[in-house]
């Protein structure tokens, strides 16, 4: 099984290098030697022969001279010093003068390697260093007199034959040289003549030793994963391709970038870093489809704390100055964060960088040339707006997927509907895109295993998808675009796009809402008989998401939602990676069964995260309308999932302190009142906006009450009621029934108990406008409470963008005094 999310060591770069500075590698001068007196002529008649040396690799004759010379006399400190390059990178610089061997052996005595420069921008950090010609690690490593092949010896990596194939690397036009004595690189350092040179490897001249790093060695292109055109099979499900500049990136789910001919994300320089920023900007947590946390080829592994560079393929590129990092990274936490870690924020912050622990789970991003990166299509889809006509009825779409329960329905109507029968257009196309089926209103390709073609189909040069509805049997065909047929359009329910979802599935399969509760009671559910019908909507549920898709998961998307349901946790990020890596390799014939059994492995694995996976996909932000009379909106969490909850430390190192906040102070908390808690200070005519409320307590690193008992908030908080009307919002809820909620953070029923008789008798908690939960401090009960005409999740926020913090809570703002409280999580 791949698996998508990796550590630093096991990644897109595998098969650990053996390897860098401790192995560093030269070429005797006895061996040298021994090359130039092989060398003879003989002549016999009519003509000359000259008889050329046995070819003796120079990186070969490196290594076996730093192994046999295990210790040396580090340089005295007349011999050279330490000195900075104009771009922050510290060198040793010698002014005395060895063989190429010697210096190399030299600089392992620094525990340094003897130097190699893999870019322009690394010669051109040279600038201040005095005007010498200094010794490399590079050697020649072809044949005698046979092509430019290169390598640098401290390294095991090839010189780029970018870099060779250009003047600019050589100090001069006739820097290279026939001679087959003349096998090592030197690199001047003059006003004029900037470059490399070959020189006689025994030549003694002064030498620069840099610190470097463990590079892993790439693994080769995989041509299996490429089809007899040189394309990408299965492209689309590597994850996310987007060009910018000189570059092709792959936002991806599988470790090995170098199978696909690609290498490991590496930012070479500021402006890259913007563009990639400016990229992101271009969307939002909602229509982002990719992951936001990413390893790249960057680590310190090997070298002193800060001297990162990347792994590049022609070898360690240190990183520029630069670039832009989060906020105190790189930091070592610990002492053990030796590997760069890239992250898309989706706000003004932009793409940053950070180090982090190299055991850590992440996926990778790839980058390669623009050129010849082979990227997916995808089908063109009509781009003309479309509007809704007040007129006729309601804005539908054409009708989008064709699954198994689908059909099945269907299937119903055509019997009971002879005008039912017939062609009729779906929304599917390959239009510029052959043989890659995309669903154009829902925006997702085809699963293949749930397609059932007419024989012959589908037909090259026909781009539009049709059905054909015949005596029960639903069967997919292509016909060309212009054709006049009938149209088959489809609505939504009542509700944000994932409850509707959630309804239409439950109606395909004949599920009923107590097993949909099943689905998320940890208890209930491992126990349970689990009917076949429920697997299939755990199936359809899935598909429905994007979370399923070509028969398993969909990589991509669910390790995104493990992500969003992580609140940036590293920890908690970790387990729910390990898990899916567990449960992602569930396969049956059933793709009904692959889905439970996957499924029920997460809830095994890890239950609050599948919970929360749950609730996010079931309350998302877009809210559908079809032409039917007022249905309950149900409370979703939409808290947890649109705002961030960040830890403040500054905020907790005062609160801890001083026991206040500039808008309120502890309390005591807890079943023998033994822990802190945070009130806010009491308002006499405003209300604290439930947003604010909720983000206040995530920078306390606290969250908003969730009592399980009359006590949990009574006895700690009923002394506040003293004055008036006072009411507290209460955690994220999420309705699962008209009659049940539970806690967004942990799934967990809120007791029935707890509601004042009103909700609690009629039994009914949900209503047509949205709602959220209070505690009125002068009661011992919960209430349900709106805010007349308004969209709650969307109000506050709005309001929290433009940095007010107060909104009313319930529907009588003049006899209301606003509070909350924060309770240790």
């Not at 063989?99 to 600089?107: F, H, K, M, V």
């Not at 995808?378 to 059909?407: M, Q, W, Y």
């Not at 996909?617 to 999932?641: D, F, H, K, Q, S």
């Not at 995530?698 to 969250?703: A, E, F, G, V």
Request: some cysteine.
């Amino acid at each position: 099984m791949n698996t998508p999310s990796t550590n630093f060591l096991e990644g897109t770069t595998m098969a650990v290098a053996a390897t860098t500075s401790t192995t560093i590698a030269s070429s005797s001068a006895a061996n040298l030697t021994s090359i130039s007196e092989k060398l003879s002529t003989t002549t016999p008649a009519p003509t000359t022969t000259t008889t050329l040396p046995p070819y003796n690799h120079a990186c070969d004759d490196f290594d076996k001279y730093l192994l046999a010379n295990p210790t040396v006399t580090m340089p005295s400190s007349g011999d050279g010093s330490m000195e900075t390059s104009i771009c922050g990178r510290k060198y040793y610089v010698s002014k005395a003068t060895a063989s190429r061997n010697d210096a190399a052996l030299r600089c392992k005595s620094l525990k340094m390697a003897l130097l190699t420069l893999t870019s322009f921008e690394e010669m051109d950090c040279l600038f201040n260093f005095k005007s010498a010609t200094y010794w490399t690690s590079g050697s020649k490593e072809d044949p005698i007199y046979k092509g430019e092949k290169y390598k640098w010896c401290s390294t095991g990596f090839e010189v780029s034959s970018n870099l060779i194939s250009s003047e600019r690397f050589w100090s001069t036009p006739n820097a290279t040289s026939d001679n087959e004595l003349e096998r090592c690189l030197a690199f001047t350092k003059s006003g004029q003549n900037n470059g490399f040179s070959l020189k006689i490897c025994t030549d003694l001249l002064p030498y620069i030793c840099q610190y470097t790093v463990d590079c892993p060695k790439t693994c080769n292109k995989n041509n299996s994963l490429f089809d007899a055109n040189g394309n990408i099979i299965k492209k689309s499900s590597y994850g996310l391709w987007f060009s910018i500049g000189n570059f092709t990136y792959l936002l991806g789910n599988k470790p090995r970038c170098c199978a696909l001919g690609m290498e490991t994300l590496n930012v070479g320089s500021l402006s890259e870093q913007n563009m990639l920023t400016a990229f992101s900007l271009t969307f939002n947590k909602d229509n982002w489809t990719a992951n936001f946390n990413y390893w790249t080829s960057g680590t310190q592994k090997g070298a002193p704390v800060g001297n990162f560079s990347w792994c590049d393929p022609g070898g360690p590129k240190p990183l520029v100055s630069s670039l832009i990092w989060q906020r105190g990274q790189p930091d070592n936490l610990g002492g053990n964060e030796s590997c760069v870690h890239f992250r898309f924020v989706l706000n003004n912050t932009g793409a940053i960088l950070s180090d982090r622990n190299c055991t850590n789970k992440y996926i990778y991003a790839c980058k390669g040339p623009l050129t010849t990166t082979p990227k997916p299509c995808k089908a063109s889809c009509i781009a003309s707006a479309c509007t809704r006509n007040p007129n006729l009825f309601v804005g539908l779409e054409l009708r989008g997927k064709l699954d198994g329960g689908t059909k099945q329905c269907l299937s119903k109507i055509v019997a009971k509907n002879e005008d039912a029968t017939g062609d009729w257009w779906l929304s599917g196309t390959d239009l510029n895109c052959e043989s890659n089926f995309h669903w154009c209103s829902i925006d997702r390709g085809f699963v293949s295993s749930e397609v059932a073609w007419k024989s012959g189909h589908p037909k090259v040069g026909f781009d539009c998808v049709y059905l054909e509805a015949r005596n029960g049997s639903m069967l997919l065909a292509t016909d060309n675009c212009d054709e006049k047929k009938k149209f088959l359009c489809e609505v939504r329910k009542k509700g944000t796009s994932g409850i509707a979802m959630q309804r239409e599935c439950a109606e395909t399969w004949d599920i009923s809402p107590e097993e949909i509760d099943l689905l998320l009671n940890v208890l209930a559910f491992s126990t349970a008989n689990i009917t076949q019908n429920l697997k299939c909507f755990l199936k359809c549920i899935g598909v429905e998401v994007g979370m399923i898709g070509f028969g398993d998961l969909n990589a991509i998307a669910t390790l995104r939602n493990i992500e969003l349901v992580s609140m940036e946790d590293p920890v908690k990020m970790e387990r729910g990676f390990v898990a899916y890596d567990e449960c992602s390799g569930k396969k049956s014939n059933d793709e009904c069964v692959t889905a439970f059994e996957t499924y029920k492995c997460g809830m095994d694995k890890e239950p609050n995260i599948v919970n929360e996976i749950v609730t996010k996909n079931a309350g998302n932000n877009t809210v559908l309308v079809p032409p039917v009379p007022c249905i309950p909106v149900p409370r979703t969490c939409w808290m947890e999932e649109m705002l961030p909850c960040v830890a403040d430390e500054t905020l907790i190192a005062e609160f801890k302190s001083t026991g206040h906040t500039s808008i309120g102070k502890a309390t005591a908390f807890g079943p023998s009142l033994n822990q802190t808690a945070f009130v806010s200070n009491a308002s006499s005519n405003i209300g604290y906006n439930v947003a604010f409320a909720y983000t206040y307590c995530c920078s306390l690193n606290m969250k908003l009450l969730e009592p399980e008992t009359f006590n949990d908030w009574y006895l700690p908080f009923g002394k506040y009621a003293i004055g008036g009307y006072l009411y507290s919002p209460l955690a994220g809820t999420r309705s699962i029934s008209p009659s049940q909620d539970v806690w967004c953070s942990n799934g967990k029923p809120v007791p029935e108990a707890l509601f004042e008789d009103r909700w609690r008798n009629n039994n009914i908690k949900i209503y047509c406008q949205s709602t959220f939960l209070v505690y009125p401090l002068h009661t011992d009960e919960i209430w349900v409470v709106s805010v007349p005409g308004a969209d709650i999740p969307k109000g506050m926020i709005k309001q929290m963008s433009n940095s007010s913090a107060t909104y009313y809570l319930a529907e009588q703002p003049g006899k209301i005094v606003g509070i909350f409280f924060c309770v240790p999580k």
